[in-house]
């Protein structure tokens, strides 16, 4: 079976990443070492709204048609 091999829009994690990297660039101070930045995502990562998640997750199946058609036009 041939299958797409990057597909990042299948990832819901890497869009939730996409929301909190700014979060935690501009924390109440730009962290410089690994534990103050292991704090800052988990900080910001709890104020993320299940909201957003759950907006992530219901568009799974409209990101996996879009995949779909991207690679049927393709091959």
Aim: aromatic share 10%.
């Amino acid at each position: 079976m041939q299958w797409p091999t990057r597909t990042p829009d299948l990832n819901p994690i890497g869009h939730l990443g996409d929301h909190l990297k700014p979060k935690v660039q501009f924390h109440d101070a730009a962290p410089t070492m690994f534990h103050e930045l292991k704090d800052a995502v988990i900080e910001e990562w709890d104020t993320i709204p299940q909201e957003e998640i759950y907006k992530l997750l219901r568009s799974m199946c409209d990101r996996m048609e879009a995949v779909i058609r991207a690679f049927n036009t393709r091959f």
